[in-house]
């Protein structure tokens, strides 16, 4: 009884007040689609969230939003960051040791650190990559690589530049004395970004410097060429003097004339040859008369 007159008199309000509330709950579902965007937050893939609260205390810095959908006031707001491995690149120019100016493309690759992203957020922002990462890459590449000489530069294993700029960027960039103090009196990760390494794609020179660098190669080489062609000279001209002092002892040892020894040679291997019919050689008596490749004793004897 008491349940069948509760809804007749809800359904008589109802009635005497439709008009009122059926512009009530178009007005509340216009609201809703309006703040749509600022209600339904959508954190995708390889994101994070950062919840500002506008009433209660700002930007929050112990926890973030991970993927998928939340709901949250129409007057809060989310600051969405991307957390995958990011890569970028620059072009710098650099002065060596010896004061030469050469330009290093590098790329590097990072990260934010989504368990503090609150912080990075509050106290760097979203562009601290521009801030923060950059600056430090540009900085610490060019302090080590300017402690190497050209020739260095060329020579050392890139691998332990790169390790040696990967290592100081690190420290630097979580070495902020605002967020160091901040984390370490909260007693969490120091560290809010993630950088993972460093890559020295290209080392180049100055046009100028690097034709002079290839004249002076040039150079050297045909120094080196002509360095060769006189050693080489060198020791044919010592070969011939121990060639010319062996023939000068063996004339003395021998008492025979080296023309005359080497006219012998000669007849010995004309008169061995089977094409030999008949050979005269010069007019002394020592030299043999050879007739059809044979030296007979009659001829000797004559």
Known sequence: ?????YFRKTKEWLTSNALEITVCVMFIVLMILFFASRIFIIIQSGQAGVYYRLFNGG???????GEGIHVIPPWNKVYIYDVRLQEESRLLTVLTKDGLTVEAEVSFRYSPN?????????????DYAKKVVTPEVEADSRNIISSYDLEQLYDTDRRVIQQMISDSVLTDINNQ?????LLREEGRDKTYILFQDIFIKNISLPKKVAEGIEDKIVAEQELLTYTYILETERREAERKRIEAVGIDSFQSISRISILKWRGLEVTRALGESPNTKLVIMGTDESLPIILNGEVTENDTNK
Do not use: Q
């Open 177 to 181: 004395v605002i967020l160091d103090t």
């Open 114 to 126: 989504v368990h503090t992203l609150g912080i990075l957020h509050k106290f760097i922002g979203p």
């Open 1 to 5: 009884m008491i349940i069948n007159r």
């Open 59 to 65: 930007t929050v810095t112990d926890y973030y939003f």
